[in-house]
């Protein structure tokens, strides 16, 4: 079974540019969410989706981020424009199930530098 | 969200076991422990999930206490490979946001 997938694994863009990193979930997964880690501080929540919808979007930093899911397959996180301060690791994770006993599986992650 | 309190970091060597203590004072009647484990590049690895007393899997124990304000991953007989960074996480059973701490860094020497 392929595990979660995310590309690309790494990404260098100047600040006011724009970005966007695909996640992949485990097929059959439902629940797909983005974390994120920046600059050697601690990995963060940003958003949940169940299917096609947002869930749970309390950790997006700013308007700058859009993330998307369109036919509850794939999900898509863009920033525009990038700033210095979004350089870190982004990682998405799935879920079979949205209750805390259903495991998250975790992508390797995408490495986002924004000079 | 009921924040967790981990050792930044810990030395061992090869064949000993380790034990890694996560201190959750505020843990809610509904919360999970959760301890997952991350590998630089990587990301991060579901280990262990428990709510009371002891669980066990293949890889790993996790030890609850009565009062449940903190809580031990214990790791037997390490090797090299298990040189990574452990995160303990405390979550609603029905609320699944991950508060990751800063973890711990485990460093298994041979």
């Known amino acids: 079974e392929a595990g979660v997938t995310q590309f690309p694994s790494h990404s260098v863009i100047e600040k006011g540019q724009t970005v966007t990193l695909r996640c992949d979930p485990i097929?059959?997964?439902?629940?797909l969410y983005w974390y994120r880690r920046v600059m050697g501080k601690e990995i963060k929540f940003l958003l949940h989706?169940?299917?096609?919808?947002?869930?749970?979007e309390s950790g997006m930093p700013n308007n700058r981020f859009l993330a998307e899911r369109t036919g509850g397959t794939y999900s898509t996180l863009k920033v525009q424009p990038a700033e210095l301060e979004d350089s870190g690791v982004y990682f998405c994770?799935?879920?079979?199930?949205?209750?805390?006993?259903?495991?998250?599986?975790f992508g390797p992650g995408t490495r986002l530098t924004v000079t | 969200l009921a924040k967790t309190t981990q050792p930044i970091s810990m030395d061992s060597y090869e064949g000993q076991e380790v034990n890694i203590t996560c201190s959750h004072n505020n843990i809610a009647t509904n919360d999970y422990i959760t301890w997952y484990q991350q590998f630089p590049s990587q990301g991060p690895r579901f280990i262990i999930q428990g709510y009371k007393t002891k669980v066990t899997n293949e890889v790993a124990s996790l030890f609850i206490p009565a009062d449940r304000k903190s809580s031990t991953l214990s790791l037997p007989r390490v090797s090299l490979s298990d040189t990574a960074v452990y995160y303990c996480?405390?979550?609603?059973?029905?609320?699944?946001?991950?508060?990751f701490g800063s973890g711990t860094k485990l460093n298994v020497k041979p």
């Open positions: 994770a799935s879920s079979q199930g949205q209750l805390l006993s259903y495991e998250q599986y």
């Open positions: 996480l405390v979550g609603l059973y029905n609320f699944n946001k991950f508060y």
């Open positions: 097929s059959g997964h439902d629940n």
């Open positions: 989706f169940v299917k096609e919808s947002k869930q749970d």
